[in-house]
């Protein structure tokens, strides 16, 4: 293995000192044209490339961001990572992804660990951190934006998805279809975009002037299995249920799964309405009736923000990227 070419290396070959490279390098003046151009000659024969350490001692930035994201195995945040990754990369910057597990401790660890590595920014999606936590975590970072979260108006970058819009698109197209009874699979109990949809929904039935029970809502894991056991559970409970809301798709499939296991004809005799059309929402039997949320556009729109930061942008960007309710058959 051969070893790696340095800055003495090319001074060496060049004839010339280290601070005339190092002047070279950095495009500093004190240097003759054909000096600059020997060095530059020698740097391309060697192939010699600069170290990112050194570097990020005289920027003080490394050219790395953070990404942490709550389940890097849901769809949502796979997109959503695409479109950081691109945006990132057409601006010269590397991403480091980091998955938390829906677990508040694993997201502090792996935001110490962010801050130990010395990234220019940080992006945090969905955190289940305490406010006063998140606010002390993101204070630490000379750049950072919130996906799906709020710490208060100005005090970070956020891009939001409107969620309380889809939940009350969701619920109000439910109500409209003739469905009294709707069931709401919340997500996480400290999902702050749960908590959002809540809103919408609880809305939806007050623009109806229709009452509903808050034995309808139940609290579960945001993935399939979760979806599929509290259906289970709060149909079993509430057997007058004639439809399911569910925090995100994931959460419907597993519905759907609930429903079969009952033998609960889907949408005869239930309809299921999920949140942000992933790909597998109109892949499965029946279709999912589902609010589309484009997931890469909020990852460009995160870096973008922290882009606008590292440029000096002095005000907090707030970016609410709007959900569309999208018709299928398991909600017609």
């Known amino acids: 293995m051969s070893r790696r070419i340095t800055m003495s290396d090319v001074a060496r070959e060049a004839g010339v000192s280290l601070m005339t490279v190092s002047r070279v390098l950095n495009n500093k003046g004190d240097v003759s044209t054909a000096t600059r151009q020997r060095v530059q000659g ?25 990404l942490v994201v709550p389940d890097n195995a849901n769809p949502f945040f796979s997109e959503l990572a695409r479109g950081v990754e691109h945006t990132a990369y057409a601006s010269g910057y590397s991403v480091l992804l980091c998955n938390t597990e829906e ?12 801050e130990d590595k010395r990234v220019d920014g940080v992006i945090l999606c969905s955190s289940r951190l305490g406010s006063e936590e998140l606010q002390a975590a993101v204070s630490r970072y000379p750049a950072s934006v919130l996906v799906n979260r709020e710490l208060g108006a100005g005090q970070v970058d956020t891009v939001l998805v409107d969620d309380e819009l889809g939940g009350r698109l969701a619920t109000a197209h439910l109500l409209d279809s003739g469905r009294r009874r709707i069931g709401f699979l919340t997500g996480p109990e400290v999902s702050w975009s749960g908590s959002q949809r809540l809103k919408g929904y609880n809305a939806a039935f007050a623009d109806a002037g229709i009452a509903h029970s808050s034995g309808w809502l139940l609290a579960c894991a945001p993935t399939v299995e979760g979806g599929r056991s509290a ?26 799964q609930g429903c079969a296991d009952l033998r609960v004809s889907v949408p005869s005799s239930m309809a299921v309405v999920g949140f942000d059309d992933i790909a597998l929402a109109a892949l499965v039997t029946p279709p999912l009736t589902t609010c589309h ?24 960007r707030r970016v609410v990227i709007r959900p569309e309710l999208v018709v299928r058959a398991s909600a017609p």
């Open 42 to 66: 020698v740097i391309l024969r060697l192939g010699y490339r600069p170290s990112e350490v050194a570097r990020s001692l005289v920027t003080r930035r490394t050219g790395t961001v953070g």
């Open 103 to 114: 677990n508040p401790e694993r997201e502090n660890a792996v935001l110490l660990t962010l």
């Open 231 to 256: 259906a289970r559970q709060l149909l079993q409970a509430h057997p007058g249920l004639t439809a399911l809301l569910c925090y995100n798709d994931l959460v419907a499939v597993g519905a759907l």
């Open 293 to 316: 949320v484009s997931r890469y556009d909020v990852g460009c729109e995160a870096m973008r923000s922290l882009l606008s930061r590292f440029d000096g942008q002095p005000e907090p």
